[in-house]
């Protein structure tokens, strides 16, 4: 795919998913098959420009050609009218992709006390201000579950993002201390 069609295909891909539609409910609004969008989406067609049009379109997105001389100032308008990656609005849309991705994996492996745990951690994401480095982990683990199908060979992986989604819980509700204290310590107080 070519450079200039895998950035279109990378923002429609996003606006897909800021949405919170998925692949069979945008394919039925473009009037695709779910199989042509994943491809699409993953870059193994390069789409044709009706194809784009009619993705574009069920997003409620539309492609402009503009001068080149505008691109700038246009970039600059459309930048400010999507949801930026540290807004609110960015951040509960990717908790919400991450939720259904983690409900989609309990549906599938069954409950568990990590798949429980990252519930439950996302349900408190969703009040807390989040930091976009943090953001960024919680966007990360949810492209791991959605490219990681659900067996046992996979417990490691959900352990470790359950354990990370944890940590930032943690963090957020507790703040963040400078180094860990250990919970005894050798030396006597001076006080005693």
């Known amino acids: 795919m070519s450079?200039?069609?895998?950035?279109i295909v990378k923002t429609l891909r996003d606006a897909r998913e800021v949405s919170g539609l998925s692949q069979r409910a945008l394919s039925a609004k473009a009037g695709l098959s779910q199989s042509h969008i994943s491809q699409i989406e993953s870059g193994t067609l390069e789409p044709g420009l009706s194809k784009l049009i009619d993705?574009?379109?069920a997003l409620d997105l539309e492609l402009v050609l503009v001068?080149?001389?505008?691109v700038p100032a246009i970039h600059s308008l459309t930048t400010t009218a999507r949801p930026e990656r540290e807004s609110p609005s960015y951040a509960l849309a990717e908790i919400d992709r991450a939720e259904r991705l983690v409900k989609k994996l309990r549906s599938k492996a069954g409950s568990s006390?990590?798949?429980d745990r990252m519930l439950d951690a996302l349900?408190?994401?969703?009040h807390a201000p989040i930091r976009p480095a943090d953001l960024k982990l919680i966007s990360d683990g949810a492209d791991q579950l959605?490219?990681?199908?659900?067996?046992?060979?996979n417990a490691t992986l959900i352990q470790s993002l359950a354990y990370e989604w944890i940590?930032?819980?943690?963090r957020l509700a507790h703040g963040r201390s400078e180094e860990p204290?250990?919970?005894?310590?050798?030396e006597e107080d001076d006080d005693a």
């Open 167 to 170: 940590m930032i819980r943690n």
């Open 146 to 153: 959605k490219l990681t199908p659900a067996s046992a060979d």
């Open 113 to 115: 006390a990590p798949i």
């Open 123 to 126: 349900q408190f994401f969703r």
């Open 3 to 7: 450079y200039a069609a895998e950035e």
């Open 67 to 70: 001068p080149k001389k505008l």
């Open 181 to 186: 204290r250990p919970a005894y310590s050798g």
């Open 55 to 57: 993705i574009a379109r």
